[in-house]
Each structure stands twice: as C-alpha cells, then as structure tokens.
C-alpha cells in the first residue's frame, strides 16, 4: 500500500510564501507523475502543478510565476513553493501520484490547508 504524507502549509499574509512536501512511502513505485491539487470551499478540486520523473512541468495558468514545483526521485519527496500569495490561494492541498501525467493517479495524501489571509 502506498501513502502520501503532506507536511506543509498554514497561515500566510498576502504577497507571503509557503512551501509544501510530500513523501511517498510504502510499496514504493516509480511515480512518473506528482503533483498537487487543491480544493477551495465550494469549487471542484484542480490541478495546480505536476511533475514528471524526468523533470518535465505543467501548472495551473492561475499559478504561473509564482509557484514552483521540484522533486527529489531519490527519496520520493514533491515541493511546491508557493510565492507571492494571494487570499484565492486559500484551499486545501492535495499531493497526488501516478504512472501518468495525463491523467490524475490513483494515490492522495490527506490534505493540508492553506490559508491566505492578512
């Protein structure tokens, strides 16, 4: 069985930063896709980075030039370094994995809230 924990998160002011991790553990396998996805009251959980094993990235349209994310394939760990953030960022944030960046995978973490507030 495969676990993603999330670690992570929190209370940010506006234009502030956050960086959130997320370890995968278990029955490990080669994850060719993580990223993270989030949920905001209300609205349908969405993409808002992925990564591939090579390196390859996509990002929400909403979070680019603000928010990186990075992956050490060595200790199955994701980052997203949020910058520059604002009060619509305030979601809770899901680490996910698969074999496929075309489509969401199968593993979730447990979700950390983020909240953008002054």
């Known amino acids: 069985q495969v676990q993603l924990v999330e670690s992570g998160g929190g209370l940010a002011q506006p234009g502030g930063s956050l960086r959130l991790s997320c370890t995968a553990s278990?029955?490990?396998?080669?994850?060719?896709?993580m990223g993270w996805y989030r949920q905001a009251p209300g609205k349908q959980r969405e993409l808002v980075a992925l990564?591939?094993?090579?390196?390859?990235?996509n990002y929400a349209d909403s979070v680019k030039g603000r928010f990186t994310i990075s992956r050490d394939n060595a200790i199955h760990t994701v980052h997203l370094q949020m910058n520059t953030l604002k009060p619509e960022d305030t979601a809770v944030y899901y680490c996910?994995?698969?074999?496929?960046?075309?489509?969401?995978?199968?593993?979730w973490g447990q979700g950390t809230q983020v909240t953008v507030s002054s």
């Open positions: 278990g029955r490990i396998v080669s994850f060719n896709a």
């Open positions: 990564i591939t094993s090579a390196g390859r990235t």
């Open positions: 996910n994995a698969g074999p496929s960046p075309l489509v969401t995978g199968p593993y």
